[in-house]
């Protein structure tokens, strides 16, 4: 991306050899800024987004494909997915992630919805950031 822009800029001295040199010092330098701007609120976003919290997005997607079957109350081969403790230690200690993964024995069971590729990437980032419970921007 700065190399293409380079190119434009070089490309655009050449072509504007008659403006005089302080202007053209100018204007490089306003659109170096620019970039730079650019760059550092395109840093800024990928922070906000970059991790993955039980309580914003992992909660709702156990209650909706698990819960049914792994909760508290009704415990299907004793695993309870209810409550941030119980998936957490579940998908770290346990063998959910690679039953979601598993194309022999999947969970959920093959009669209903599998998560989707989009939910399956969001638990394996949960488990790559380490777990985290609550966000504490919200
Ligand atoms: C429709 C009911 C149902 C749903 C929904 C369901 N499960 Fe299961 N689950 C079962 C049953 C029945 C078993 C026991 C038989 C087996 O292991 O295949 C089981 C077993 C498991 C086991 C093995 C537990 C053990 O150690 O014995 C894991 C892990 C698991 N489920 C994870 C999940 C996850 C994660 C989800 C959601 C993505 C999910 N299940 C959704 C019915 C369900």
Request: hydrophobic share 30%.
């Amino acid at each position: 991306m700065r190399k293409i822009l380079h190119i434009y800029i070089v490309a655009f001295c050449l072509w504007s050899c008659s403006e005089s040199h302080a202007d053209r010092e100018a204007l490089i330098e306003e659109a170096l800024q620019e970039l730079e701007e650019q760059e550092e609120t395109d840093e800024e976003e990928e922070e906000e987004t970059s991790l993955m919290y039980y309580s914003s997005e992992i909660s709702s997607l156990l209650d909706l494909h698990c819960v049914s079957c792994h909760s508290n109350a009704n415990a299907t081969s004793s695993l309870s997915l209810e409550g941030y403790q119980n998936a957490k230690t579940s998908f770290d200690t346990g063998t959910s992630l690679e039953r979601i993964q598993s194309t022999t024995n999947p969970m959920p069971p093959a009669y209903k919805t599998p998560l989707s590729v989009d939910e399956i990437a969001k638990l394996i980032k949960w488990q790559n950031d380490g777990f985290l419970e609550t966000d504490p921007n919200l």
